[in-house]
C-alpha cells in the first residue's frame, strides 16, 4: 500500500489546520494511501518529519501550514536517496510556493488538488547549508521584514511587507554589499538584494514575472540606495511587474551566487530569518515532484 505523511503546523492559518487534517487523511485514504499525521511542536520538527519519510520511502509528503512549514519540511529532503512526491495545503498569509505552482490558496480546494494525476517537477536553492523554495532576501530591510508582526500579516497580507518595506526604505538604512555571479562583480550601497526561485514573492505575483518553478534560474534584483521619491517609485513598480526595468534596479539571472560585506548583515530565507552574510547561493533544477492541479 501506498503510503503518505501529513506534516501539519497546528498554529496556521489562525489554528485552523486541525480542522482540514481528516479531510486530508479521508480523501488520501480512499484513494490507497496509508497516512501517518505528525503535528509540529517547536522548530525544525517538520524537517526531522521529512527525513524519516524519505529514509522510510514513504510515496507523499503533505505540508499543512503557511510558507515557514514548507520551508522546514522541504529541508528534509538535503542529501535524500528518495524524495517523496510533496503536496501543499496552504493555511499561511502569503503562501508564495502555492501561488507560483497555482495550488488553490482556499484550503478545501487544495485539499481535493491532494489527487491529482498531474505533477510539475521544480527547482530547489541552497543557500549555505539550507534549501528554499521561494526567495532569499539580504540587507537591513530583510531584517526588518522577518520582524512583521502577526496582527499586520493577519489584516494586511502581502501589504504588510510593503508597509514595512516603505518603512524602513525611507529611513535610507543601505548597507555596503558585494555580490558575484556568472564571473561578474557588483559593488554598492544597497537597502535590499533578492534571489527569487518563482514570481510570487511577499504574495506580489509580479515581482519576477519571468521566473518559472523549472527554469533552473535565480532571479536576483539589487535595489540601489533610495531616496524617498524613488522608494515609492520602486513600490510601484513592483506592483505593476516592473521592477527590473527601474532605473535604480539591477537585475540579473544566475544559477551561482555570492553575497559578502564587511559589515553584519542577515537575510531572510522564505519569510524566516535566515543566516548571517557571508553566504553561497546555488539552484538545483529540477529536484523534487510537486502535486498540481490538472489542467482544465
Given amino acids: 500500500m501506498k503510503r503518505a505523511m501529513i506534516i501539519i503546523n497546528p498554529s496556521s492559518g489562525k489554528e485552523e489546520a486541525l480542522e482540514h487534517v481528516s479531510n486530508v487523511e479521508e480523501i488520501l485514504q480512499d484513494h ?12 525544525l520538527d517538520a524537517t526531522h518529519y521529512c527525513v524519516t519519510a524519505c529514509e522510510e520511502c514513504y510515496d507523499l509528503v503533505v505540508s499543512i501550514g503557511g510558507d515557514g512549514t514548507l520551508h522546514e519540511t522541504i529541508n ?3 542529501n535524500q536517496d528518495h524524495c517523496p512526491k510533496l503536496g501543499v495545503v496552504p493555511l499561511g498569509t502569503v503562501n508564495d510556493f502555492a501561488r507560483a505552482l497555482q495550488i488553490p490558496l482556499y484550503p478545501e480546494q487544495a485539499i481535493r488538488t491532494l489527487i491529482s494525476s498531474r505533477v510539475k517537477t521544480v ?3 541552497r543557500v549555505n547549508h539550507l534549501l528554499f523554495s521561494n526567495v532569499v532576501a539580504v540587507g537591513s530591510l530583510a531584517e526588518s521584514l522577518s520582524s512583521v508582526s502577526s496582527d499586520d500579516k493577519s489584516k494586511l497580507g502581502a501589504f504588510a511587507y510593503l508597509k514595512e518595506g516603505i518603512k524602513e526604505l525611507m529611513g535610507n538604512p543601505s548597507q555596503h554589499l558585494v555580490i558575484r555571479h556568472d564571473e561578474k562583480t557588483w559593488v554598492g550601497e544597497s537597502p535590499l538584494f533578492l534571489a527569487a526561485l518563482t514570481n510570487s514573492v511577499g504574495g506580489f505575483e509580479k515581482l519576477a514575472p519571468d521566473a518559472a518553478v523549472d527554469d533552473g534560474l535565480l532571479h536576483c534584483f539589487i535595489i540601489k540606495d533610495l531616496n524617498i ?8 513598480s513592483l506592483l ?4 527590473k526595468d527601474h532605473k535604480d534596479v539591477v537585475y540579473f539571472t544566475a544559477q551561482n551566487v555570492s553575497v559578502s560585506s564587511e559589515e553584519p548583515v542577515r537575510t531572510n530565507v522564505d519569510g524566516e530569518e535566515g543566516p548571517p552574510l557571508p553566504i553561497e547561493l546555488s539552484i538545483s533544477p529540477r529536484r523534487f515532484q510537486v502535486i498540481v492541479p490538472e489542467e482544465e
Fill in 32 to 43: 490507497g494511501y496509508n497516512v501517518t499525521v505528525n503535528e509540529t511542536a517547536k522548530e
Fill in 240 to 243: 505593476l511587474g516592473k521592477l
Fill in 229 to 236: 521619491f524613488n522608494t515609492l517609485t520602486v513600490s510601484i
Fill in 123 to 125: 527547482d530547489i536553492g
Fill in 76 to 78: 528534509g529532503l538535503i
